[in-house]
């Protein structure tokens, strides 16, 4: 059986089909709409749609946006994410 193809979304760094899947389910179906978003604001958006989003889907938006692994977002940028979104009052 042939793989499936690969959506936009699925073929940027981090993301695969389930954080697509998540995406398209607020809006977001091609990269430039990803690129344009910002992250904390998807990232509320997911959590009002989706209440079982984990932070890691955050650090893979941003991961995908700068062409980075998740986890690279992860370990370098925590401390800052977790202020941010307390500014913000998602946390």
Known sequence: ???AQQTELEKM?????????MLRQIG?????????ADPY????QLKQT???TSLNMLYA????Q??????EIKRE???EILLRLEELGIA
């Open 41 to 44: 604001h998807l990232y509320l």
């Open 50 to 52: 989706l209440p079982s």
């Open 13 to 21: 760094a981090g993301l695969g089909p389930k954080s697509s899947a």
């Open 66 to 71: 700068e062409n980075r692994h998740w986890q």
């Open 1 to 3: 059986m042939a793989k």
């Open 61 to 64: 938006i941003m991961g995908a």
């Open 77 to 79: 940028r925590r401390l």
């Open 28 to 36: 977001i179906h091609t990269a430039a709409e990803l690129l344009a």
